[in-house]
């Protein structure tokens, strides 16, 4: 178990600058998720963590040590890879072996450890089978089990789940995180799947075109993106949307588009009135968008015409167009609302949920 | 069962052109070949007589027949283990990014892209110089200490050999290549995590994993050193200084005319090659490793 530390981490190819000033600090025991979308660097960061690819600059330490030049092998770290990466050849107790055997661990200890973590995943009928008579699952299963076997210093992930079926993925994502909590080994998990990502992380970290855009623990994200690259990638269904002008009138701060003029809550009007006259990013979450009572004041409603219905059981997802505009808006309301294409609806918003990002920068305001 | 009868005609039906051409061309030679073993064809007699399991009997009974037997058993071995080495090994080289890679994998695949006529004279000239000079007299000194330490012929075998190996080397290493290639690198980069010298990595990993690759180069090295005639016959200019099956059936059937004892010579590769492809087919796909 061991603190990870990365110091202005690069990675350049011939052409490419992959990973830009990376700094990070993971600590002892944690589960962190580097998360972007694909060609962000998340990859190629867990792999230089893993001694698989060459350090352009900077550092790593893995507990106290610093660990650029040494070998994969001497970093007492261990990886499972998107593919599970099975040796075809072997049975899947000499796969989950393999990593002692070549380290010469006695033979009692390989068998007493293979057996533990084969016990811990429900895997103990299998040690005699070779990978391809397995499934997706259970090879995903011996992948982990091999890591595990290695006692290592920090687990490595790279997108372990991505093979497997929607309800397989949210079934091993749910063992994953027992796992961990279990061994509590410092792990570093790469995912480009959201979802896996807020619910593995104790931290998560967001990043794009090699540079980090924000890391915090997973409900930081979601509340309090720090532009607008992060606001939009974390949450299923995403933010909405729009561009909308600045207005001060009389002290009174409006956000204003096409079919929407929304009154700016106190805590933002003052970092906004900088924007007057200009046009800036607005966005707010479909959960923070519901069906307008008499109780929500005038200036944060507005009239929408609702497109399409997405009943989900447990919520409706409703798209309307914002008055006359072309500002799609998707809300998420109760299950109860009986709402119908092209009804005419009145909506409000959550005044302390909404966000407002440069228009130049998109970094919040 | 009706649907599956015509699904099964219409199958026959699409093999039909691809058997008729099998038959025509492997199947109608092979027999014709096998009838002639039984046969005292030759250009020496009128007709052609069944003389049963005379020419096998001769065949047996000739010590230069087991000569050339354990020569060319020898030649395979000697160069298949050669070949398989010096393959893996640039296979493994041209396998890691390099800037030189174009140019290196250029120099390794021209000896097997070059026309072998033309190398084969190639390499003739080289070990028996066609002109005086001092070079030929440092080739006629090795060829001469060669021989008079490992026997006559040794130098012949070397020169093949060596011919062999530099040309099916190449080969084996495009081949290997091909194969290293075709394995998921994840199954690299977990090696170079797990594995504590190249060692090991090269034995419990790289090899096992090229194992069907390796299996086909060694029977296709097998195919090539028990046929090997072209090679052989003009590196030693057409004389039996160095006689391997190959080589001295064609001498039989072309050079002398007799189609019996020369088919009989050819077919005695058949139950060799059948043992080798079972023990091959063995090796790289045993059967409990066949899906459940």
Redesign the interface.
Same mark, same amino acid.
């Given at each position: 178990m061991a603190q990870v530390l990365m110091k202005d981490l690069n990675k350049k190819y011939d052409e490419v600058h992959a990973v830009k000033d990376v700094n990070l600090h993971i600590r002892d025991k944690e589960f962190i998720v580097l998360v972007g979308p694909s060609g962000c660097g998340k990859t190629t960061t867990l792999r230089m963590l893993?001694?698989?690819e060459e350090i352009t600059a900077g550092e790593i330490h893995i507990g106290d040590r610093l660990v650029n030049d040494l070998?994969?092998?001497d970093r007492d770290?261990?990886?499972v890879? =998107?593919?599970?990466?099975l040796?075809?050849?072997m049975t899947v107790y000499d796969n989950m072996a393999?990593?002692l055997k070549?380290?010469?661990f006695p033979r009692a200890e390989i068998e007493q450890r293979v057996r533990d973590a084969a016990q811990l995943l429900g895997i103990q009928e299998l040690l005699k089978?070779?990978p391809? =008579?397995l499934s997706g699952g259970q090879r995903q299963r011996v992948a982990v089990g091999r890591a595990i076997v290695r006692h290592p210093q920090v687990f490595l992930f790279d997108e372990p789940l991505s093979n497997l079926d929607a309800k397989l993925r949210v079934q091993m994502r749910v063992e994953l995180k027992k796992l961990h909590n279990r061994l509590e080994t410092t792990a570093v998990y790469v995912t480009h799947d959201q979802v896996e990502a807020m619910t593995l992380g104790d931290r998560v970290v967001v990043m794009k075109d090699g540079w980090i855009q924000q890391v915090g623990e997973p409900l930081e994200l979601y509340a309090h993106p720090v532009n607008k690259f992060v606001a939009g990638f974390i949450g299923s269904p995403a933010m909405n949307f729009a561009d909308v002008t600045i207005n001060d009138t009389g002290g009174v701060v409006t956000a204003e588009s096409q079919g929407l003029r929304l009154q700016v809550p106190p805590a933002k009007a003052g970092a906004l009135r900088a924007y007057k006259g200009q046009s800036v990013a607005f966005g707010v979450r479909p959960e923070d968008v519901h069906i307008a009572t008499g109780a929500d004041p005038a200036g944060l409603t507005f009239d929408a015409v609702v497109e399409v219905v997405e009943p989900l059981g447990s919520e409706i997802l409703l798209d309307v167009r914002a008055g006359s505009s072309t500002t799609t808006i998707v809300a998420r309301v109760e299950p109860t609302v009986r709402s119908k294409v092209k009804d005419s609806i009145k909506l409000a918003v959550n005044p302390e949920r909404l966000h407002f990002f440069d228009p130049k920068t998109e970094q919040a305001i | 069962m009706k649907r599956g009868g015509a699904d099964t005609r219409l199958a026959y039906g699409l093999m039909a052109p691809a058997l008729v051409l099998i038959i025509a061309v492997m199947a109608y030679p092979v027999a014709w070949e096998v009838w002639t073993s039984f046969t005292n064809f030759s250009v020496r007699s009128e007709g052609r007589a069944f003389v049963g399991l005379a020419n096998y009997r001769a065949m047996l009974g000739d010590p230069l027949f087991w000569w050339a037997l354990a020569v060319t058993i020898v030649y395979f071995l000697v160069t298949t283990t050669a070949k398989l080495a010096l393959g893996l090994g640039m296979a493994l080289l041209l396998a890691r990014p390099s800037r030189l890679r174009a140019l290196v994998f250029l120099a390794v695949f021209l000896p097997w892209a070059y026309p072998g006529g033309v190398t084969v004279v190639a390499w003739y000239w080289m070990l028996n110089p066609p002109l005086i000079t001092s070079y030929s007299l440092v080739a006629g000194t090795l060829k001469h200490a060669v021989d008079s330490t490992l026997g006559p012929g040794a130098w012949a075998f070397v020169s093949v050999a060596l011919f062999n190996v530099w040309r099916g080397g190449s080969f084996t290493a495009v081949f290997l290549l091909a194969g290293l290639n075709a394995i998921p690198t994840e199954l690299f980069d977990y090696a170079a995590l797990e594995t504590r010298s190249a060692w090991q990595r090269l034995r419990h990993v790289t090899v096992p994993l090229l194992r069907p690759f390796l299996a086909l180069a060694v029977f296709l090295s097998f195919t090539g050193a028990f046929a090997d005639l072209a090679n052989v016959w003009m590196l030693t200019g057409g004389r039996i200084v160095f006689p391997v099956i190959g080589t001295y059936a064609y001498w039989l059937g072309i050079r002398q005319g007799q189609f019996g004892e020369a088919a009989a010579w050819s077919l005695s590769l058949v139950p060799l090659l059948a043992l080798a492809l079972l023990v091959l087919f063995r090796w790289f796909d045993p059967p409990a490793e066949r899906p459940a």
């Open positions: 893993a001694g698989l070998p994969p092998k770290i261990a990886m890879f =998107q593919n599970y990466a040796y075809p050849h393999f990593g070549m380290r010469k089978r070779k391809r =008579q | -």
